[in-house]
Every structure is written in structure tokens, then in C-alpha cells.
């Protein structure tokens, strides 16, 4: 399984960005972001499986992670986005049940984000 990402991004404060992750490979399971910051530990952003979604409590009103019809991309918009948001987000694959605590066990090269105040 391989996870593919574009490069990156950068933008002002309040304004959006959209990224995706292509899956390549034969693969059936639970999707996720994940970011990871120049002061932070990695964090989960949100995961989508079987059409149900979960999300980290700070991205709930700001962020949706949806996917493809194939169900080989996903995409993870994010809006209002402010100066703490900048990061490198990370789209991961695990098998079993969908959460962010899920056994992640593929991983993106990393997109960064850089979102300016």
C-alpha cells in the first residue's frame, strides 16, 4: 500500500485549503490525517471508514475529511484556518476498527501547511 500526497501549501489566517491522499495498492479499510508541528507530537486530524467519520475536537468545526467515489483518495478540507494549524499533515491506512486510535500502519510523505497570521 502506498499513500501519495501533493506538495504543499501555504495561506493567510481564516482562509482554506483542500489536500489529497491517493491510495495505490490493493487496500480496504480506515483512512486518517494526522498532523505534526514544529512544537507539537504528532496528533490525529480525522478519520473516515465504511462512511463514518471521527474527528479530533479541534478540527470538528472547522475541518471535514471526505472521500473519493473509488474510495482510493481522500481529502481533508480545512477552512478557517489559523497560524497554529501550521503543520505537516501526514494521510495514514489502518485495517481493523476506525478511529484515531486506530494501528496505523501506512503513512504519507507529509504535506506541509503553513498558514500565516
Known amino acids: 500500500v502506498e499513500l501519495v500526497e501533493p506538495g504543499g501549501d501555504s495561506v493567510e489566517a481564516g482562509g482554506s485549503l483542500r489536500f489529497s491522499c491517493e491510495v495505490r495498492g490493493y487496500y480496504s479499510g480506515c483512512l486518517g490525517w494526522f498532523r505534526q508541528g514544529p512544537r507539537n507530537g504528532r496528533e490525529g486530524v480525522a478519520t473516515i471508514g465504511d462512511g463514518l467519520t471521527t474527528y479530533a475536537p479541534f478540527a470538528k468545526s472547522r475541518f471535514t475529511i471526505s472521500e473519493g467515489q473509488s474510495k482510493k483518495i481522500i481529502y481533508l478540507q480545512m477552512d478557517t484556518l489559523k497560524p497554529e494549524d501550521t503543520s505537516t499533515y501526514y494521510c495514514?491506512?489502518?485495517?481493523?476498527?476506525?478511529?484515531?486510535?486506530?494501528?496505523?500502519?501506512?503513512w504519507g510523505q507529509g504535506t506541509q501547511v503553513t498558514v500565516s497570521s
Open positions: 495514514a491506512a489502518a485495517r481493523g476498527y476506525c478511529d484515531l486510535g486506530a494501528d496505523f500502519q501506512w
